[in-house]
């Protein structure tokens, strides 16, 4: 049983702060009930209780099942919350201290946190076809350039091209960069929408010809891809070329779809998540069409390319604010945590092949998101912007 003594004023603090960024909301309603209640405090709360018992049963089920090692991030953080709602458990000291929902903010606001590193925000470079730049976070909302005949906009944080060309005009090139710690959006003159991950670029044309839409990426990128057809109401195809350091990439022709491409070059796969619609993938004489929950999967290694169910959620979460882990290994998580803090981190010797499941938001700072993952068991250092993950 646990005690209140374990429990020092900054882990109360900070387990308040963690559902601020994690989907946690009965907890989160069930802890701001307790701030707001001037009732006595000393007596068992049977609704809390209640809760803790679920989420016992919750993680006994989890346990059960035989898959591979999976550790639970929310485990241990979810009967972590539900404890302070346990007034029979000797969480007194805490909510004496916090009668009401101002004054908890207040006193979390207070708590220092060291060596912190603030989220990825919306930021990215524009490169016209002159090869002059601009840094779309400082630009002012409204028409930021113009090429040919199309209008380019920063509008609600996104870069909207808008317009009419002849679908015979040359060509006109553009392209968005996302650094590590950015991501952007942007709406191309098709009508397409691109959202792009950190250490991501797209180079696209400002409007396109009858003859096709072809666009380059690198790093990351979600497409929402509009229908377009010449005046023979042909369709015209929508071809994004995928770029990779070792030119290990591909072609995918869309048959109009939603779908993730995943690139990077530290990664040793590159893979296109379909979750709607029909997307063909090209890697020289090889070709897959892939349907709706699919995922294909390019071996940088080998060259070969296979075809998967897409766990669709965890590929896509980024787009939607959330780390999502579904049997992840360590590895692979914290090149997600690189890329989206702009951090570097380094391994001190050999780490287990344990697989975490769990979800975060991004908007959390580092040192969240690393005191959830301690509480998976992961140890770690942090030191300026070094990351280094102990032998767990």
Known sequence: MLDQQYWTEEEHLWILQYLDTSDHAELKRLMQEKFDNNSTINQPDTKAENLLSLIHAKIDAAES????????????????????????????????????????????????????????????????SDSSTIMLSSAVNGKIAQQGNINVFKQNGKVTYSGKAGLEHELIYNKVSTSRGNQYQLLLADGSSVWLNAASSIRFPAAFNSKERRVEITGEAYFEVASLYTKGKQKVPFIVKVKTASNKGYDVQVLGTHFNINAYDDESTVRTTLAEGKVKVVKGSQSVLLQSLQQAVLNKENEGLDIFSADVEEAIAWKNGMFEFHDTNLHSIMRQ?????????????????????GTIRRQASLSQVLKILKLAGVSYSLNDHIVTIETN
């Open 337 to 357: 945590i690189t890329r989206w803090y702009n951090v570097e981190v380094r391994f001190s010797d050999s780490v287990s092949d344990k697989l975490y499941t």
């Open 65 to 128: 099942t035989d898959r591979p090692v999976i550790i639970n991030m929310w485990k241990r953080i979810m009967v972590a919350a539900a404890v302070l709602f346990v007034i029979s458990m000797g969480v007194v000291t805490y909510i004496n201290h916090t009668p009401n929902k101002n004054e908890a903010i207040a006193a979390k606001n207070r708590l220092p946190v060291q060596h912190d590193i603030a989220p990825g925000y919306d930021n990215a470079i524009l490169t016209l």
